[in-house]
């Protein structure tokens, strides 16, 4: 069982910044792929960001390519989320995940763990 805590949410500007992090029980971290994904109001969960257990590969969704970075730090169990240039339209919970992964690879789907996600609100 692992057990996953984001932090790092907030309000903030439209077109500001902010890192969301994301600390994982245990002592195998580095033996799961993480994901971030996001919830917004009356909305399905859409995948935003995923990363290798090693963290040498990373994917993004579309929507914030180019704008958010998804990072790893295995000796201290946390992965992060940089996210910049922020709009309105992303204000959502946003949720980390793991995956027990055999390869070292970025996945968008069938992850096993959840966190209880992070609020962030964004003001035009």
């Known amino acids: 069982q692992v057990q996953l805590v984001e932090s790092g949410g907030g309000l903030v500007q439209a077109g500001g910044s902010l890192r969301l992090s994301c600390a994982a029980s245990?002592?195998?971290?580095?033996?799961?792929?993480m994901g971030w994904f996001r919830q917004a109001p009356g909305k399905e969960r859409e995948f935003v960001a995923a990363?290798?257990?090693?963290?040498?590969?990373?994917s993004y969704a579309d929507s914030v390519k180019g704008r958010c970075t998804v990072s790893r730090d295995n000796a201290k169990n946390t992965v992060y989320l940089q996210m910049n240039s922020l709009k309105p339209e992303e204000t959502a919970v946003y949720y980390c995940?793991?995956?027990?992964?055999?390869?070292?690879?970025?996945?968008?789907?069938?992850?096993?763990?959840w966190g209880q996600g992070t609020q962030v609100r964004v003001s035009s």
């Open positions: 995940a793991c995956k027990d992964a055999a390869y070292d690879d970025v996945y968008r789907y069938e992850y096993q763990y």
């Open positions: 990363i290798s257990r090693s963290g040498g590969r990373t």
């Open positions: 245990g002592r195998t971290f580095s033996r799961y792929a």
